[in-house]
């Protein structure tokens, strides 16, 4: 079938580049070949991978390559974190690029401890620096949907922090300062915020944040549980990594 000749013909190319990735990083006559590339695979991702419907296998060349180089995965976490932040973006790149960096900080095994509480501290700024200009948000008029249209961008990068605290519950709760590190965040105020981020991003990460949140005594009281998924956050797999239907390891000790 068509289908499967194109498949297959994707698999050669992307066993091409893997290995011609690696040959360069292991040719100790050119030490910088592979730094050279690297900007030029950013650029490819960003331009050609990032907006793409159902990516599911062309970014892990991108990945493949962030893990040959210490530097790289915080090259790869700041440009996706400047892309989700950029006004002058398209809301569906910003979103994409959300779903990414959440999917990265949580799966990557090669991203470093520091560069996760960086890029959860900046995205946890970010988003109290919006719900405080948005404060006097209201549920009116559209109400829901109104929200959903409004904010497509806010409850994605949200929904990028609450998956990244889900997948780490348990290395936070075992590694000495990791709840302290998440306590400094005022976890009661986003989900108890007018723009509800809890109704509006997907309900299977929703639900296991309250539940990291309740185990990890990250708030005094429980959220409310009016979960129901809306529209504003693309669906797993829409746009990005299929990251919300995947099983993180949340177990934590109450």
Not at 149 to 169: D, G, K, N, R
Not at 183 to 194: E, L
């Amino acid at each position: 079938p068509p289908q499967a000749e194109m498949a297959d013909r994707l698999d050669q190319l992307m066993l091409v580049m893997f290995e011609y990735t690696q040959s360069r990083c292991n040719d100790l006559t050119a030490p910088d070949s592979v730094s050279d590339m690297f900007p030029t695979l950013l650029l490819v991702f960003e331009r050609s991978i990032l907006s793409t419907y159902k990516s599911k296998y062309t970014q892990f060349l991108i990945f493949f390559v962030c893990r040959l180089r210490p530097t790289y995965p915080d090259l790869f976490v700041d440009r996706l974190a400047r892309l989700v932040c950029d006004d002058s973006n398209t809301v569906q790149l910003r979103q994409s690029a959300a779903a990414y960096l959440g999917s990265f900080l949580a799966r990557a095994a090669f991203v470093s401890d520091t560069t996760l509480r960086s890029a959860l501290d900046f995205l946890l700024q970010w988003i109290a620096l919006y719900m405080k200009q948005h404060q006097a948000v209201k549920e009116t008029g559209g109400g829901d949907v109104a929200l959903t249209h409004l904010h497509p961008v806010f409850y994605s990068i949200c929904q990028a922090a609450f998956y990244v605290v889900c997948f780490h519950a348990a290395a936070f709760q075992s590694k000495v300062g990791g709840v302290q590190f998440l306590s400094k965040f005022d976890w009661g105020s986003i989900v108890t915020s007018p723009l509800n981020p809890l109704k509006h991003c997907l309900q299977s990460v929703s639900a296991e944040f309250q539940r990291v949140l309740i185990a990890l005594h990250l708030v005094e009281e429980p959220p409310r549980s009016d979960t129901r998924t809306s529209s504003s956050v693309p669906a797993a797999g829409r746009f990005g990594p299929d990251h919300a239907t995947d099983g993180p390891d949340t177990s934590v000790d109450n």
